[in-house]
């Protein structure tokens, strides 16, 4: 009697979850950030031989240590949700649209070219009106184009929008030289910072402006994506292209649309940052926050009114990981070490929540000969 071959079966597999709660859901995250806030206390600990509650303090007073603090708190919470929000239509749409940061870019770049160019030639109010106009309009462009050749010729628009990136890099890179002020410095400077020219007005101080436009934002994008014709017809798109031409949908038109209200609001975002809060434009000028904006708008679900708080927990943590590098004496790239491993944690525990590991049980059986 000849002996069958064993078919090995691996210790463990990985299945899809059922639907859990959200308030489990949740939980889980909470423990992902508490993991996260514990690892970094150590490597922190290791590196500074400090108390590892001093750390947690420092984290904490990173973002709300002072009156100042707090504002620019809430100032860089409302730039990456604008970013966020932005992205958003497109990604229900399951448009992957990876180009927020050069949108955001080009805006600026069109805002301080309005600043630079119209000094001197309009007043103050025209100039301003100009900046908003042409900023949303260059973000909204720069959307346009990979929108375009989508749904023209169904090309990857992951790649088309992450070259747009590159390309409003650049544009801004030589803009920097071509308008450097000295001549030699490589650097714009506060642009019109005697006359104040292009500078958007100040509500209150010079922080609550772009929050009012984040709050602005937040409620139009979820009355839009929830109750209006043009949200349902994203939410079908992204669904199944194919139903939404059977109802009669013109997804192209649908792609074209939504990538032009996408990149606008970058742009606005890019006017925010040039016009309101630094008064100059550089390639850096976005830090990183079109990327980061991607994953805020994952793990919100697509969701404004979570976007938040996600976005309020990066920021945050964002922030004390850059006290915890200035407190402790040690260069910007710790803190960007500790940010890539709070990101890390946030990010794995997504994974928990849609899939469970299931190991192996071993049913052990006498062979019968």
Known sequence: MTNQDKVKEPLFHIV?????????????????????????????????????????????????????????????????????????????????????EGQVLIGGLAAAACMIQLAGKMNNVMIIICMIVTSIAAGAFWGFVPAFFKAKWNTNETLATLMMNYIATQLVAFYTVRWEVPKGSGKIGIINQNTELGWLPQIGNKYLLSILVAVIVTTGMYIYLNYSKHGYEIAVVGESENTARYVGMKVKKVIIRTMLLSGGLCGLAGLMLVGGINHTVTTTIAGGQGFTAVMVSWLAKFNPLTMVFTSFLIVFLGRGAGEISTRFGLNHSFSDILTGIILFFIIGCEFFIYYKINFRKSNKKEEEK
Not at 38 to 47: F, G, K, P, R, S
Not at 62 to 87: E, M, Y
């Open 16 to 100: 899809k979850r059922d639907a859990i709660p959200a308030g489990k859901a949740w939980g889980i995250r909470v423990l992902a950030i508490l993991a996260a806030l514990v690892v970094c206390a150590i490597v922190t600990t290791v590196l500074t031989k400090d108390n590892p509650l001093s750390v947690y303090a420092t984290i904490f007073k990173g973002a709300f240590g002072s009156a100042r603090k707090t504002w620019v708190t809430f100032q860089d919470l409302s730039i990456l949700l604008i970013i966020s929000l932005a992205l958003t239509p497109a990604f229900k749409m399951k448009f992957w649209n990876i180009g927020g």
